[in-house]
T-cell receptor
Framework: GENVEQHPSTLSVQEGDSAVIKCTYSDSASNYFPWYKQELGKRPQLIIDIRSNVGEKKDQRIAVTLNKTAKHFSLHITETQPEDSAVYFCAARAAGNKLTFGGGTRVLVKP | DTEVTQTPKHLVMGMTNKKSLKCEQHMGHRAMYWYKQKAKKPPELMFVYSYEKLSINESVPSRFSPECPNSSLLNLHLHALQPEDSALYLC?????????????FGDGTRLSIL
């Protein structure tokens, strides 16, 4: 089955700096890669996703890149703000619509 | 505002109790999911329903029994749970089972087993 590894597990950045989270996946059949943000006590919220036929996608301060050959994808947050503090999960989906999540990254943005 | 509604928000039950978790969506989605999330861990898939039929069961113990009465509702019936079953139970839905259809989560039910 699919295996997704996520790094780092914790990330502390100064407000205004950039944050980068990296994920690798094992199943070359995976073709959809969403990113979820989960604040304490809240639901995972989809913030951006990318499909395997696209190399990069951007939405305001958030961007995701995908390297299918290397089987890794990354989340980039620019100009970080305190409200970006949360746990971020990457995920990969292969056939059958089964999502496999990475272990999560706790991001702390210090004002 | 979440478009996937879960009730109750919190549930405390003893190991001999029977209870049910409920999930509802009115987005016309035809795939619905149950996940279990322990503290500081990612969500783990339990069950997937597609067009009201059970599509995936991730070898979940029989003390968890899912039910999909119609395309908008998903239940999870609980019986004889163990303390290690205490977790956040998340419901999600997607338009269908195709790979380009994102899953949207509800706020979850926080379950505590005494």
């Amino acid at each position: 089955g699919e295996n997704v590894e996520q790094h780092p597990s914790t990330l502390s950045v100064q407000e205004g700096d950039s944050a980068v989270i990296k994920c690798t996946y094992s199943d070359s059949a995976s073709n959809y890669f969403p990113w979820y943000k989960q604040e304490l006590g809240k639901r995972p919220q989809l913030i951006i996703d990318i499909r395997s036929n696209v190399g990069e996608k951007k939405d305001q301060r958030i961007a995701v890149t995908l390297n299918k050959t290397a089987k890794h994808f990354s989340l980039h947050i620019t100009e970080t703000q305190p409200e970006d503090s949360a746990v971020y999960f990457c995920a990969a989906r292969a056939a059958g619509n089964k999502l496999t999540f990475g272990g999560g990254t706790r991001v702390l943005v210090k004002p | 505002d979440t478009e996937v509604t879960q009730t109750p928000k919190h549930l405390v039950m003893g190991m001999t109790n029977k209870k049910s978790l409920k999930c509802e969506q009115h987005m016309g989605h035809r795939a619905m999911y149950w996940y279990k999330q322990k503290a500081k861990k990612p969500p783990e898939l339990m069950f997937v329903y597609s067009y009201e039929k059970l599509s995936i069961n991730e070898s979940v113990p029989s003390r968890f029994s899912p039910e999909c009465p119609n395309s908008s509702l998903l239940n999870l019936h609980l019986h004889a749970l163990q303390p290690e079953d205490s977790a956040l139970y998340l419901c999600a839905s997607s338009q269908g089972m195709k790979s380009n259809q994102p899953q949207h989560f509800g706020d979850g039910t926080r379950l505590s087993i005494l």
